[in-house]
């Protein structure tokens, strides 16, 4: 059963930077997307920045500019570096990887942007 490990999240103050991981807890293969989504208390789960197999990336609107998302295809492993962060970045952070049709999810990574 593979799991998605997640680690980097913690408490900042508004402008800091954080800079989440997520490592699969074995080798998978045949990986399509990676990608980070966030859910806020009270809100939906939405997608912050995916990149594909090919390298190709998209981000919300809401973090351009202040998020990168980049990957190690070595080890499976996807990173979110955050910068320039906001009190309305503060969610749990879920890491997701796509394998042809199978889903795999982190198990969440609390950010809290706060003074």
């Known amino acids: 059963q593979v799991t998605l490990v997640e680690s980097g999240g913690g408490l900042v103050q508004p402008g800091g930077s954080l800079r989440l991981s997520c490592t699969p807890s074995?080798?998978?293969?045949?990986?399509?997307?990676m990608g980070w989504f966030r859910q806020a208390p009270g809100k939906q789960r939405e997608l912050v920045a995916r990149?594909?197999?090919?390298?190709?990336?998209n981000y919300a609107d809401s973090v351009k500019g202040r998020f990168t998302i980049s990957r190690d295809s070595a080890t499976n492993s996807v990173y979110l570096q955050m910068n320039s962060l906001k009190p309305e970045d503060t969610a749990v952070y879920y890491c997701?990887?796509?394998?042809?049709?199978?889903?795999?999810w982190g198990q969440g990574t609390q950010v809290t942007v706060s003074s």
């Open positions: 074995q080798p998978i293969l045949s990986i399509d997307a």
């Open positions: 990149i594909k197999i090919t390298d190709s990336i």
């Open positions: 997701k990887t796509r394998q042809l049709a199978n889903y795999y």
